[in-house]
């Protein structure tokens, strides 16, 4: 593999492993019907998750360290994908910004976590393309789907609930998916 790539995938990871804490967390603070177990069990999970990543953190730096610096072809390929995965982002940051926004005025905050996740789901569609991981598509339709799912759910603490634990579930597979 690449060094640059196990180094880019395991970033991502990271970067994947907080927003699924934070969207754990979400889920868990809307509701008050999750049992101890749960609520227990899910930071354990999260610590062997972050144990996981922080190994494959020190095992890319060591990876790259050694490895070739990249062709000028490879290195021009690599801004390029930069500048799209940047583009993708702020497109998706911007949505994000505009959604809360628009929510909160309407006086619907409680729309907003299916929104965000309809969001970031659709974010996941063009990074498939740009990234080459036909997986990115399965997790943007399943976001898109946790996403509407959630707008259809008429009690709010529910809503929160389900959208959250589930999108933290989709980021944790795509993750281990991604690993593995």
């Not at 492993?17 to 999970?45: D, K, N, Q, Y």
């Not at 890319?60 to 801004?79: D, H, K, L």
């Not at 970031?120 to 990074?127: D, E, T, Y």
Request: proline share 7%; net charge positive; hydrophobic share 55%.
């Amino acid at each position: 593999m690449n060094p640059k790539a196990l180094t880019g995938m395991t970033i991502g990871s990271a970067i994947m492993f907080l927003f699924g804490v934070v969207w754990f967390l979400v889920g868990l603070s809307g509701g008050r019907f999750f049992p101890v177990w749960l609520r227990a069990g899910l930071p354990v999970v999260g610590l062997a998750l972050a144990a996981w990543i922080a190994m494959l953190a020190v095992r890319a730096v060591r990876v790259s360290r050694n490895a070739p610096p990249p062709t000028a072809e490879q290195a021009a390929i690599g801004r390029q994908i930069g500048r799209r995965f940047g583009w993708i982002n702020g497109i998706q940051g911007d949505a994000i910004f505009l959604a809360i926004v628009a929510l909160n005025a309407a006086q619907r905050p409680d729309f907003i976590a299916p929104a965000i996740a309809l969001i970031v789901g659709l974010h996941f569609l063009p990074l498939a393309g740009l990234f080459q991981r036909p997986s990115y598509y399965v997790t943007g339709l399943l976001g898109c789907a946790i996403g509407v799912a959630g707008l259809l759910i008429p009690e709010p603490s529910v809503r929160q609930s389900t959208v959250g634990l589930s999108f933290g579930l989709l980021g944790s597979r795509k993750e281990s998916a991604n690993l593995c």
